[in-house]
Nanobody
């Protein structure tokens, strides 16, 4: 099972990025998908999660209204659309899968390698 996160990069404050998470060896329709991020010197934190069907989503307060999580089960892909980016969004972003939707990092068993997002002021 492998998860591949991509789409990170350098963007100015106020800009947008879309992160993608591709799964191989695992069917997204049977798993919830979460996005987490880790800034330098900080712990990995929850960003957003989406249920197996895609009908339920949860967001961290810090990104609510700016980020949108989605998934395409037919393509085994998940996405994180990020808008109105702020310098404090700078981090390595990880996608992960869980048997059920959760905001807890420990509930996720498989993790992608991470993609860097840098937001300049």
């Amino acid at each position: 099972v492998q998860l591949q996160a991509s789409g990170g990069g350098l963007v100015q404050a106020g800009g947008s990025l879309r992160l993608s998470c591709a799964a191989s060896g695992r069917t997204f329709s049977t798993y919830a998908v979460g996005w987490f991020r880790q800034a330098p010197g900080k712990e990995r934190e929850f960003v957003a999660t989406i249920s197996r069907s895609g009908s339920v989503t949860y967001y961290a307060d810090s990104v609510k209204g700016r980020f949108t999580i989605s998934k395409d089960n037919a393509k085994n892909m998940a996405y994180l659309q990020m808008t109105s980016l702020k310098p404090e969004d700078t981090a390595v972003y990880y996608c992960a899968t869980s048997s059920s939707i959760s905001v807890e990092r420990g509930r996720y068993d498989y993790w992608g390698q991470g993609t860097h997002v840098t937001v300049s002021s």
